[in-house]
């Protein structure tokens, strides 16, 4: 079974930047498509972002392209979420969740499609003030 455990979050300025991490334990780390949901107040949740261990293509909700990158270190059995320019509109608690497969066009179709998750961690507040 894998453990996600997540930190980084915190408050920051509208503009500002944070990196969020997702450190995973208990499985084998590559076998899993690992990435980002949030949710804030009264709104559904969204798939911000995942990597696939198998081939390292990435999905990125279009909500943070071009302001969010993601990564990951097979070593460290982590992943990363770099947040820029961050925005009121990004306030919300970020999830670390992982798919098993190596087929990415399935996992990280979760992503997009906000289901099917194998593991969730228990979440990070993230808050934006203008």
């Known amino acids: 079974e894998l453990q996600l455990v997540e930190s980084g979050g915190g408050l920051v300025q509208a503009g500002g930047s944070l990196r969020l991490s997702c450190a995973a334990s208990g499985g084998t780390f590559d076998d899993y498509a690992i990435g980002w949901f949030r949710q804030a107040p009264g709104k559904e949740r969204e798939g911000v972002s995942g990597i696939s261990g198998f081939d390292g293509k990435e999905y990125v909700a279009g909500s943070v392209k071009g302001r969010f990158t993601i990564s990951r270190d097979s070593a460290k059995k982590t992943v990363y979420l770099q947040m820029n320019k961050l925005t009121p509109e990004d306030t919300a608690v970020y999830y670390c969740?992982?798919?098993?497969?190596?087929?990415?066009?399935?996992?990280?179709?979760?992503?997009?499609?906000?289901?099917?998750?194998?593991?969730w961690g228990k979440g990070t507040l993230v808050t934006v003030s203008s």
């Open positions: 969740s992982a798919v098993l497969g190596h087929d990415s066009r399935y996992t990280l179709g979760q992503f997009a499609n906000s289901g099917g998750m194998d593991y």
